[in-house]
Each structure stands twice: as structure tokens, then as C-alpha cells.
């Protein structure tokens, strides 16, 4: 779908992108920061994924009575694979996090930037 | 003896991953074999590289196919010159390992030996895959492996500053990965390919696009992040200060040499698309220069040794990068030739800081007066590391300024020759204060007037690396020949 010259998915990845910056950047709260980035890594994903898609695609799986034109099934499998990626990178964040807090009992950026 | 080395070669990747895999049930009845578990694993990955680097000579480039699927539709394992070029650093493991037996007694409790040799592991795997793979794909599935056990190394040690360090780390380095996998995603889509040859002879075909330019870009830019290029450097200081000293010299040595050879995969990718490389060659060269000077001046300031090393670790990226930039065939030289001696000699340091740091507990200039006096060995090696890393002959670091130097006044930049000395009096300055506190004051501590030299574990790796740093100082002709075909690999894939 196209929106005065543009492709309307693509235009909401960017946008998806640029919400998740902003709290990566924009929020004190680390925990808020760490959802930012999942929602950058979302729209990264979002966006691999509708690269591989075609108009009236089917789904890669030659069987009886299936036709070109078929879907990419390659940004599937990168994406599956950066998705194991983020909950990794996701969950030693938080361990991080969990640590930071039990030791200054806060998990705001501001805060601890206060601490000697 | 033709088939040896593309069946040995997946072997190179497997074996540390393995063997990272493995540590915690060796560990189980005594949580001490795990070090020396790891030192068999690290030592033996060693000696496959150098088979692999002698089969090289002999036979050529060769690739493993993983799965049986023939490239460039399956995942092909690459091992060219340029590959060969990395392998050196890992043998720096070999050195790392040992130091950490003792080293771990005092900031690790015995319960967490284990993840932090699996971790060692890990990252040395990562850094491997890293270096020989010939798939895209895996180009980001290998950096995030030494990425996600960098974030955990670092914190590794435990207590809260640690951690927010390795957050701090973390959030920045997880942004860069991310801009590396929408490149990737971008070139898939511009390409239809992932094997790194293959995309870069269809983006040659293609016409030159903005998306091949933000895809290129996006690269670039993320792996200026993983070096740690002034001034996407903030992450470094606190990160490589905190993390105990053998995680640091890994880190400072090793880890931040991913951001350099992917940026030079990204020159390669882009050699043959049209895309000019003119901006990209100046806004290195202007960061790389600024990066050694500012380095240099933030370094003067500190007082924490270790936070005084990661600063000087900034510096040199900004020789390396500055090399790279100039783009001419004494400048390239020179930085390939640097990412090892800079990493050898980091080591050294890093480790010899550790050594003192663990005998007297105190990390800190005013602290640490006089410690020569009681610890003449290591002090010694600390003495040599510096002069290596001022780049004063006949040193390591020596060599490789010198040909930066060099690359200036034959690309006609002489100004960033200037820049590049005006670096190094900075450099010269800090060394100085520190060997000045260590050799020539009396110590204010009784710890440190009462302090013994080191166990000889931790000891004897301290010692011969900073001989290797006055030995590839003198017979610089040595390194220089291994890395000339690589840079003669990649100018002529730049057309030059």
C-alpha cells in the first residue's frame, strides 16, 4: 500500500523506530529504556520481514497445486534467529538491572547519576 | 593434506564454543579445573589457527561449506589473508587464561569461576567466527556472541557499579548491533544474497542507490561504535576500568578490534559499488585524528591506572582509524600492523596493572608510589608496555606509528602526521607521570611498601609478553610481512 509516493509499511517501521529512540534516549528509567530498544528491534524486525514480502505471495512451500509468485521465507529465518538475539540481549539487561537496583536501590538514570 | 584445511577449519569456531559449553561440568567437583580446562581449549584453538595459517601459505584461500549447502546459498566459513591477519590476537588468550587462576582469588567468589571461564570461551569464539565468516548473516550472529559475553564479563565481578557500567555497555552496543542487522536486512532486500562476495560483486552490478549508501552507512557507523572511535567512545572508560583486569585486557586488546575488521569488511563491500569512498576516508581520518589527541588529553587527567589504560586504548583506535583513512599502502600497513601490537601490548598492560593491583589492592596513581621498589618485575614490564605504546624505538608500537606517519606524507596529509605526533608528547606525558609515581617516589601506603611480586601464574605471562613487545620492536620486519598481503588483498579490492 502506498501513501503519496511512499510504502506505507515502511513508513511505520521508520516511525516504530523512532518512538523506541526516543525512549531509549529520552527516559530515566532503565527498565523504560530497555522496552525502547525492544520496540527499535521490533520495527527492525517488522521491517526485514516486509522486505521478503511480495504482492499475492504464498507461503514457500511447494506442494500440489501451489504457484509462483511465493514469499521470501530467508528474512523469516534471519528474523527468528535476531529474535532469540534480542530476548538474550533483553535478559542480561534486566539481570543488570535487578543488580543495579539491589545494590543503589534506584533505576533511575538521574538518580544515579546523583550517587558519589 | 588438500581437503585438511576446509575440514579443519569449522573446527576453529566449534572448538571454544564447545569447550565454553563444557567448563561448568568440568568445574562441577573442583571449580579450579575450569581454568586449566579453558587453557587446554584456548591452547589448542591456537595451535588449529596456526595449522590453518600454514596451510594458507601453501595452498591458497580456502572455504567450508556448513551443511553440505554450496555457497553462495549455504553458510560458507571463509579463511583468506585477511582472515589469517586476525588470528595472532587469539593467541592472546593463551596468555589471559593463566593470569586469571590466581587474579580471580580476590574479586570472584569460587561459584562463578565457571561462567566466567565459559564466558572467556564464548567471546573467543565469537571473535573467531567473527574473523573467518564469509556469510553476512553470521557476521551479526558472531558479533553479538562476543558482544552479549562482553556485557557479562564486565559485570562479572559483581557489585553495582560493575553492572551499571555493563549496562551503560550494553545499551549503547545493542543499538549498533541493531543498526547491523537492518543493514543486513536492507542488503538482503537490495541483493537477494547473503554471502559477503557474492553481495558485494551484485551491488558492483547494481546501480549505486541511497539504500546501498544508508545500508553502508549504517555499518559503518555501527562498527565505529564497537571501536569505540571518539566520539562514540563514552561507553569504554567505565566498562573497560570496572571489569576485572584480565576481562579489561580482553576487552581493550581484543573486542573493540571487531569494530575495525568489520569496518574494513564494509570498505570491502563497498569497494566495487561506485559509492565513492572520499567522505568516508575524511570523516576517519579527521575522528581518527581527533580521537588520539583527545584520548591522549583525557588520559592525562585520571588518576585510577585502569581508567588511564582505557583511555589510551581510545587514542590508538584513533591511530588504527586514522590508518584506514589515509587509505595508502604505509598508513594501511601500519594500522593492520597496529591492531595486533596494540592489542599485545593493551595486554601486557592491563595485565601488569591487574598484578600490582592484586598484591597491593590499591588502583591508584597516589596509591601505588613507589611500587617498583617492591615489585621490580612487573614494574618493569608495566616500564616496557609504556615505551611501546608512547611508540618509542625500539618497541612494538614503534613500528606501526611509524609507517602511520609515514602514510601521511605519502597520501600528502602531512597535517595528520603533526596530529599524530602531537598525540603521542600527550601519551609520552601520561606514561611518564605513571612510571614517574611508580619508580622514582616513595610509597605512602604500608601496603604497597610491603607488597611481594606476584605469583609466578600471574607473573610469567606478564613477563613474556612485554619481552614480545621489545622483540616484535626489533625484528619489526616480522609482523609487517604477515599482514602485507592482506593490505595488498584489500588495495587492490579498492582499486588502488
Given at each position: 500500500m502506498t501513501l503519496v509516493g511512499l510504502d506505507l509499511d515502511y513508513v511505520a517501521c521508520v516511525v516504530l523506530f523512532c518512538v523506541g529512540l526516543y525512549m531509549l534516549v529520552a527516559k530515566s528509567n532503565l527498565i523504560k529504556k530497555v522496552i525502547g530498544l525492544n520496540v527499535m528491534e521490533t520495527a527492525v524486525f517488522a521491517f526485514i520481514v516486509t522486505s521478503g514480502m511480495i504482492e499475492?505471495?504464498?507461503?514457500?512451500i511447494v506442494v500440489a497445486g501451489s504457484a509462483p509468485p511465493y514469499t521470501s521465507p530467508i528474512p523469516h529465518a534471519m528474523v527468528l534467529t535476531g529474535i532469540v538475539v534480542a530476548v538474550s540481549v533483553t535478559a542480561v539487561a534486566l539481570a543488570l538491572i535487578a543488580q543495579i537496583h539491589a545494590h543503589y536501590g534506584t533505576i533511575e538514570v538521574d538518580e544515579l547519576k546523583e550517587l558519589p | 593434506m588438500t581437503t585438511l584445511g576446509p575440514t579443519l577449519l569449522p573446527w576453529l569456531v566449534a572448538l571454544p564454543l564447545a569447550g565454553a559449553a563444557l567448563v561448568p561440568i568440568v568445574a562441577r567437583?573442583?571449580?579450579?579445573?575450569a581454568g586449566g580446562f579453558t587453557l587446554v581449549v584456548a591452547l589448542v584453538t591456537t595451535s588449529l589457527a596456526s595449522v590453518l595459517v600454514a596451510q594458507l601459505a601453501s595452498q591458497g584461500p580456502f572455504s567450508a561449506d556448513l551443511g553440505g549447502w554450496a555457497a553462495p546459498y549455504g553458510i560458507e566459513l571463509h579463511f583468506d589473508r585477511f582472515a589469517a591477519w586476525t588470528?595472532?590476537?587469539?593467541?592472546?588468550f593463551a596468555f589471559v587464561i593463566p593470569f586469571s587462576w590466581r587474579y580471580l582469588d580476590a574479586p570472584l567468589p569460587r561459584e562463578r569461576w565457571a561462567p566466567f571461564y565459559a564466558l572467556m570461551l564464548l567471546n573467543l569464539g565469537g571473535l573467531l567466527g567473527f574473523s573467518v565468516t564469509g556469510d553476512l548473516f553470521n557476521l551479526f550472529v558472531t558479533m553479538e556472541v562476543v558482544s552479549l559475553s562482553s556485557y557479562a564479563l564486565v559485570a562479572v565481578a559483581g557489585r553495582g557499579v560493575a553492572a551499571w557500567a555493563a549496562l551503560k555497555y550494553l545499551l549503547l552496543g545493542a543499538v549498533s548491533s541493531l543498526l547491523v542487522l537492518f543493514a543486513v536486512g536492507l542488503l538482503f532486500a537490495l541483493?537477494?544474497?547473503?554471502n559477503l562476495a557474492d553481495v558485494s560483486v551484485r551491488l558492483a552490478a547494481a546501480e549505486p542507490s541511497g539504500a546501498a549508501l544508508l545500508a553502508l552507512a549504517s555499518l559503518a557507523v555501527a562498527f565505529l561504535v564497537k571501536a569505540a572511535l571518539f566520539p562514540l567512545h563514552v561507553w569504554l572508560p567505565d566498562a573497560h576500568a570496572i571489569a576485572p583486569s584480565p576481562v579489561s585486557a580482553v576487552l581493550s586488546g581484543?573486542?573493540?578490534?571487531v569494530g575495525i575488521v568489520g569496518l574494513l569488511r564494509v570498505l570491502q563491500l563497498a569497494?566495487?559499488?561506485?559509492?565513492?569512498l572520499e567522505p568516508l576516508n575524511t570523516v576517519l581520518m579527521v575522528l581518527g585524528a581527533t580521537a588520539i589527541v583527545m584520548g591522549a588529553f583525557l588520559a592525562i587527567f585520571q588518576d585510577d591506572i585502569k581508567l588511564m589504560l582505557a583511555y589510551s586504548t581510545i587514542s590508538n583506535i584513533g591511530y588504527i582509524v586514522l590508518g584506514i583513512g589515509l587509505a595508502s599502502p604505509f598508513a594501511l600497513i601500519g594500522a593492520f600492523v597496529h591492531v595486533f601490537n596494540h592489542g599485545l601490548i593493551k595486554v601486557t598492560l592491563f595485565l601488569a596493572a591487574g598484578a600490582i593491583i592484586h598484591q597491593t589492592g590499591y588502583r591508584t596513581l597516589s596509591d601505588l608510589r613507589g611500587v617498583a621498589r617492591r615489585m621490580p618485575q612487573t614494574a618493569a614490564a608495566m616500564a616496557i608496555g609504556a615505551v611501546s605504546i608512547v611508540g618509542l624505538p625500539p618497541t612494538a608500537g614503534f613500528v606501526c606509528k611509524w609507517y602511520i606517519a609515514l602514510g601521511a606524507f605519502e597520501a600528502d596529509q602531512g597535517g595528520y602526521g603533526f596530529a599524530l605526533v602531537f598525540g603521542a608528547l600527550f601519551i609520552f606525558v601520561y606514561y611518564v607521570r605513571m612510571l614517574d609515581a611508580f619508580f622514582f617516589r616513595s610509597p605512602v601506603r604500608p601496603e604497597v611498601a610491603d607488597a611481594v611480586e606476584a605469583p609466578w601464574s600471574m607473573r610469567a605471562p606478564v613477563l613474556v609478553l612485554a619481552a614480545a613487545c621489545l622483540v616484535l620492536g626489533v625484528l619489526g620486519g616480522i609482523p609487517i610481512g604477515f599482514v602485507e598481503p592482506a593490505v595488498v588483498d584489500l588495495l587492490a579490492a579498492l582499486g588502488r
Open positions: 499475492g505471495g504464498q507461503e514457500p | 567437583r573442583d571449580a579450579r579445573w588470528m595472532p590476537l587469539a593467541a592472546l541483493t537477494g544474497s547473503l581484543l573486542v573493540v578490534k569497494a566495487g559499488t561506485g559509492i565513492s
